[in-house]
């Protein structure tokens, strides 16, 4: 069974940081781009940060550029997001992403995470 299993979430205040870690069991996702997508209450999930599959190209929200950093490591496996100067507005569920194709979209998602709650007070 493939899964994806994030850590790291929680609750920080603003201004703070936070490191999301994203593992995947059953299969390697070695040749996948990986992404993170956020929910908040009563949202749509939305579009984080994404990178390919050597870790060369990303791509990142207008809302969170700058300030969230998307990496990984295919040797041992983990995503990972970065997320420094945290808002109250980044409060949601995270959510790691396996894509085959590169892309932003919900659509291009092949495999999710169960998701982690990251709470911003302000």
């Known amino acids: 069974q493939v899964q994806l299993v994030e850590s790291g979430g929680g609750l920080v205040q603003a201004g703070g940081s936070l490191r999301l870690s994203c593992v995947a069991s059953?299969?390697?996702?070695?040749?996948?781009?990986m992404g993170w997508f956020r929910q908040a209450p009563e949202k749509e999930r939305e579009f984080v940060a994404v990178?390919?599959?050597?870790?060369?190209?990303?791509s990142y929200a207008d809302s969170v550029k700058g300030r969230f950093t998307i990496s990984r490591d295919n040797a041992n496996n983990p995503l990972y997001l970065q997320m420094n100067s945290l808002k109250p507005e980044d409060t949601a569920v995270y959510y790691c992403?396996?894509?085959?194709?590169?892309?932003?979209?919900?659509?291009?998602?092949?495999?999710w995470g169960q998701g982690t709650q990251v709470t911003v007070s302000s």
């Open positions: 990178i390919n599959w050597s870790g060369g190209i990303t």
């Open positions: 059953g299969r390697t996702f070695s040749r996948h781009a």
């Open positions: 992403a396996a894509m085959r194709v590169y892309g932003t979209s919900i659509d291009r998602v092949d495999y």
